[in-house]
T-cell receptor
């Protein structure tokens, strides 16, 4: 149980284009999802917290107009990197928190999406 | 504010040897504590978690961790390391509600023959 998927797993795009990354909780309803960015050999950097049906809460220094987050349902959140530039190349990981009693504090992670902007 | 410290950036152990990865946290109340493992190019997999109760927690893949309130620690242990355990290990602390986990910087484990 508690499986989170991400799609695509890897994407290469040209500078200036937009890329959408999907995060799905496959076997549970995720009231809250989180988006992280990870640089090589570094820890996770929280970008934003996404609650179903409401606007995402962005961490300081993260451009909300550049990293658009939508949490339209209890099983799907999307991150759109708009007008991507080479410096946006990174590993993006989502996680989902179950709303079930006794387990709501556990975050389950997706496999990540490797973005390369040329 | 919560914080997590993993003092060891990189540890190398021989296959079959025991392992202990250190984690110290800072939080005013009893936290929820987690250990995750990340293989190269992969997401994070939950190894084990502590919410309350028995301070020695068993996880997957033969790992265990012990919560020591007096030392604000939650060290991860494994009695005999396998080559497949080579990965990055992250300790994290959380609270109730919608606040995200706070992660340590990670410890990279290398396993040699």
């Amino acid at each position: 149980g508690a499986v989170v998927s991400q799609h695509p797993s890897r994407v290469i795009c040209k500078s200036g284009t937009s890329v959408k990354i999907e995060c799905r909780s496959l076997d549970f309803q995720a009231t809250t999802m989180f988006w992280y960015r990870q640089f090589p050999k570094k820890s996770l950097m929280l970008m934003a917290t996404s609650n179903e049906g409401s606007k995402a809460t962005y961490e300081q220094g993260v451009e909300k107009d550049k990293f658009l987050i939508n949490h339209a349902s209890l099983t799907l959140s999307t991150l759109t990197v708009t007008s991507a530039h080479p410096e946006d190349s990174s590993f993006y990981i989502c996680s989902a928190r179950s709303g079930t009693s006794g387990n709501q504090e556990t975050q389950y992670f997706g496999p990540g999406t490797r973005l390369l902007v040329l | 504010a919560q914080s997590v410290t993993q003092p060891d950036i990189h540890i190398t152990v021989s296959e079959g040897a025991s392992l202990e990865l250190r984690c110290n946290y800072s939080y005013g109340a009893t936290p929820y504590l987690f250990w995750y493992v990340q293989s190269p190019g992969q997401g994070l997999q939950l190894l084990l978690k502590y919410f309350s109760g028995d301070t020695l927690v068993q996880g997957i893949k033969g790992f265990e961790a012990e919560f020591k309130r007096s030392q604000s620690s939650f060290n991860l242990r494994k009695p005999s390391v396998h080559w497949s355990d080579a990965a990055e290990y992250f300790c994290a602390v959380g609270t109730s509600g919608n606040t995200p986990l706070v992660f340590g910087k990670g410890t990279r484990l290398s396993v040699i023959a």
